[in-house]
């Protein structure tokens, strides 16, 4: 995995999402359908790898999208970057067994804690955009970890792709 051929992905969870995430609503559907458009877009300008920072709401859309490419195009590797090796077990039943789903189907799973201390996310989030030269995201402008996450990514010079102004 190298940089240049590398995107990552950032945007919030699910309550700060269109219609609370809400995966039967119209707004989420064009959001995956966004989704998986701007994987592909890179795919075919030359990325193969995919980051997800495997959090609820739009890491998991994105990660789901590349999974499906995956089927469809060759040399198109994911990989799940967990702030700590428990993260998928601190939200409900129904969303650690699609977390866990997922990390069965990546190329690549990297944990890069134990257990959940301050400030893990945003050392996730500077892992993944300091070994990225893309970031896909929705970010509406808003202060949060996705605000620092774009931002980071801004300062660090990566390609931007903000589906915000697509949905």
Not at 58 to 73: G, I, N, R, T
Not at 105 to 124: K, M, Q, T, W
Request: aromatic share 12%.
């Amino acid at each position: 995995m190298n940089t240049e051929s590398t995107c990552c992905f950032t945007g919030p969870r699910s309550p700060r999402l269109p219609m609370n995430g809400n995966e039967y609503s119209a707004e989420i559907a064009a959001l995956k359908t966004e989704i998986r458009r701007a994987v592909f877009e890179a795919y075919y300008d030359g990325f193969r790898f995919f980051m997800s920072g495997m959090a609820e709401g739009f890491d998991v859309f994105a990660a789901e999208a590349v999974l499906e490419l995956k089927k469809e195009y060759e040399g198109i590797f994911l990989v799940a970057v967990l702030p700590y090796s428990d993260a998928p077990k601190r939200h409900s039943a129904a969303t650690c067994r699609r977390m866990e789903n997922i990390m069965q189907n990546a190329d690549f799973v990297y944990s890069l804690g134990e257990a959940h201390i301050p400030g893990c996310e945003l050392r996730r989030n500077k892992y993944m955009v300091e070994n990225s030269s893309r970031i896909i995201g929705y970010y509406n402008g808003l202060s949060s970890g996705t605000a620092h996450c774009w931002n980071y990514a801004l300062e660090k010079g990566l390609e931007t792709v903000n589906l915000y102004e697509s949905v």
